[in-house]
């Protein structure tokens, strides 16, 4: 399919120009016109965007994009990424917040579809968007199965605080790094909280807070969106597309 027509469409259901990021989102560099295979992942890490080429893929679609905050030299390890793009004619995609808080192919809506939880509302504000969701157990659930949901569907959490009560009722979920939440998330009526990243900072809160932490690790948590979207895209448009796997232990 044309690459313009897929970009035109990303950024209408993603609403890429609509929500404020750390830098500009959506086709960052642009490559061939044509798009006869789609690469999905987490990071435009030089692996990533090696593997993806080594697939055939003609655009490369991430959550973490190569654009954060202001203007960066292109040189160095950064400068030959941006040139082994540009040579190889690949289109990059990003999609940062924006697929964090979809309500369908989101981070946090597939950790929810996942762990079987239902999503009744957001919180933890960046520039106005609630970047987390609230939710509640579609069904009773304990904190230990949610955990052994959490490995099944996901991965080994890289971390359990286990401090919370053991049957769940409210449910925090952010993706990638959000372990300053926590106070928000109890202020909320949370007994426990799924995020990514560990922060030292944290590293008592929830003992003292009395309550439950999952850090699934912030390369697992995200995941998931851009698998979820890759789905998408291959159903709606018959493109082949491809998960390219580069875990970060973090």
Avoid at 1 to 22: C, K
Avoid at 177 to 193: F, H, I, K, N, P
Avoid at 209 to 214: A, E, F, H, Q, Y
Wanted: charged content about 20%.
């Amino acid at each position: 399919m044309l690459r313009d027509d897929l970009v035109r469409y990303l950024d209408e259901v993603l609403q890429i120009h609509s929500i404020v990021d750390y830098g500009p989102q959506g086709l960052q560099v642009e490559g061939r016109p044509r798009v006869g295979r789609l690469a999905v992942g987490v990071d435009a890490s030089l692996a990533t965007i090696t593997e993806a080429l080594a697939r055939g893929a003609d655009m490369l679609l991430v959550h973490h994009g190569i654009f954060w905050g202001g203007p960066q030299r292109l040189v160095g390890a950064y400068g030959r990424k941006v040139r082994r793009l540009i040579k190889e004619d690949i289109n990059l995609y990003a999609a940062h917040l924006a697929l964090d808080v979809h309500p369908q192919w989101g981070n946090n809506a597939e950790l929810c579809r996942l762990l079987g939880l239902e999503i009744q509302g957001g919180y933890n504000a960046f520039q106005g968007l609630k970047v987390g969701v609230i939710a509640a157990p579609v069904a009773p659930i304990m904190f230990a199965e949610l955990v052994r949901r959490f490995e099944k569907h996901i991965a080994a959490p890289l971390q359990i605080d286990a401090f919370g009560p053991a049957a769940l009722r409210r449910v925090a979920v952010c993706s990638g790094d959000a372990a300053r939440s926590l106070d928000e998330a109890q202020a909320l009526g949370c007994d426990t909280l799924i995020t990514g990243e560990r922060d030292y900072t944290m590293a008592h809160a929830g003992r003292e807070m009395g309550m439950n932490v999952l850090y699934g690790g912030h390369y697992a948590t995200e995941t998931l969106g851009v698998q979820a979207l890759g789905r998408h895209l291959a159903e709606r448009f018959d493109l082949p597309w491809v998960f390219v796997d580069v875990p970060v232990n973090q």
